[in-house]
């Protein structure tokens, strides 16, 4: 069993940054993806980045160059740097675990950009 908790989330202006935290509690072992998702009013939820176990990362086009994927698997966490933030990145940004027979999903947390 694991257990999402998501943090970092908030406003801010176009240009800014922010940081995403998304620690992963209980069971956690063996080789694993963990990544964010994202999903915007009136629009389905997509892929931001992932990054697995061994640090090998994927990330969504509109993101590459602003956005960077980390992980701490001594604490089981993994970060998101948003920096030169857009108004159109504005969502809801969920954390997703996927391990073994595993998928787990984060209830949210809300970034929104100002422009």
């Known amino acids: 069993q694991v257990q999402l908790v998501e943090s970092g989330g908030g406003l801010v202006q176009a240009g800014g940054s922010l940081r995403l935290a998304c620690r992963a509690s209980g069971t956690v072992f063996g080789m694993d993806v963990m990544g964010w998702y994202r999903q915007a009013p009136g629009k389905q939820r997509e892929l931001v980045a992932d990054i697995t176990s061994g640090g090998t990362t994927n990330y969504a086009v509109s993101v590459k160059g602003r956005f960077t994927i980390t992980r701490d698997n001594a604490k089981n966490t993994v970060f998101l740097q948003m920096n030169s933030l857009k108004p159109e990145d504005t969502a809801v940004y969920y954390c997703r675990y996927r391990g073994g027979v ?9 970034v929104t950009v100002s422009s």
């Open 102 to 110: 595993n998928d787990y999903w984060g209830q949210g947390t809300q």
